[in-house]
T-cell receptor, first 115, second 118 residues
């Protein structure tokens, strides 16, 4: 079956512009996670969804970052007024249910470059 | 505050030899540990995990060892193969046995680039 897909694969944007990153999880997976990997860093947790609700938004770096999930499926991560420090690879993962007993399957990521 | 650390950015090993990747953590609440493998332009894929109630878990060529008193875990790959060349991430979670909003959230190390030479 299809894995987690993300679009676009690459995005170059000018500082100050808004961007939207999309994640299509594996069908039937109720939990969805967003992480980002900055240069030379590990993956950093941003937000997680259980269904359409986000019980944990603790990793969002600022109020310029927001995410939503509709229909228990597709999720979009929006970054407003992008800054150069937002440049990173943004990774989405999904799992059947939330919890460490359930493997998280990652998408290939969106590489965001803010110029 | 880096709660999970992989202090070796890279490791080079000869084919057939053992690869040992190390990981240290600081958060005593972590009770589940995972290793992920990542190839370029792909997302990380799960490799092996270990619960804090164990000190060893083995799956084929891959073995993970956990030393809770030292807050240290390691991944052993033996024998190493050129196809094992990738970035390896250590990750930890406090999800098991804990409720609350962090359930399933993974905290990752910085990664170690493993190169296995033929």
């Amino acid at each position: 079956g299809a894995g987690v897909s993300q679009s676009p694969s690459n995005k170059v944007t000018e500082k100050g512009k808004d961007v939207e990153l999309r994640c299509d999880p594996i069908s039937g997976h109720t939990a969805l996670y967003w992480y980002r990997q900055s240069l030379g860093q590990g993956l950093e947790f941003l937000i997680y969804f259980q269904g359409n609700s986000a019980p944990d938004k603790s990793g969002l770096p600022s109020d310029r970052f927001s995410a939503e999930r509709t229909g228990g499926s597709v999720s979009t991560l929006t970054i407003q007024r992008t800054q150069q420090e937002d440049s990173a690879v943004y990774l989405c993962a999904s799992s059947l249910l939330a919890g460490t007993s359930y493997e998280q399957y990652f998408g290939p990521g969106t590489r965001l470059t803010v110029t | 505050d880096q709660q999970v650390k992989q202090n070796s950015p890279s490791l080079s090993v000869q084919e057939g030899r053992i690869s040992i990747l190390n990981c240290d953590y600081t958060n005593s609440m972590f009770d589940y540990f995972l290793w992920y493998k990542k190839y370029p332009a792909e997302g990380p894929t799960f490799l092996i995990s270990i619960s804090s109630i164990k000190d060893k878990n083995e799956d084929g060529r891959f073995t993970v060892f956990l030393n809770k008193s030292a807050k240290h875990l390691s991944l052993h790959i033996v024998p190493s193969q050129p196809g094992d060349s990738a970035v390896y991430f250590c990750a930890a979670s406090a999800g098991r046995g804990h409720g609350g909003t962090s359930y399933g959230k993974l905290t990752f190390g910085q990664g170690t680039i493993l190169t296995v030479h033929p």
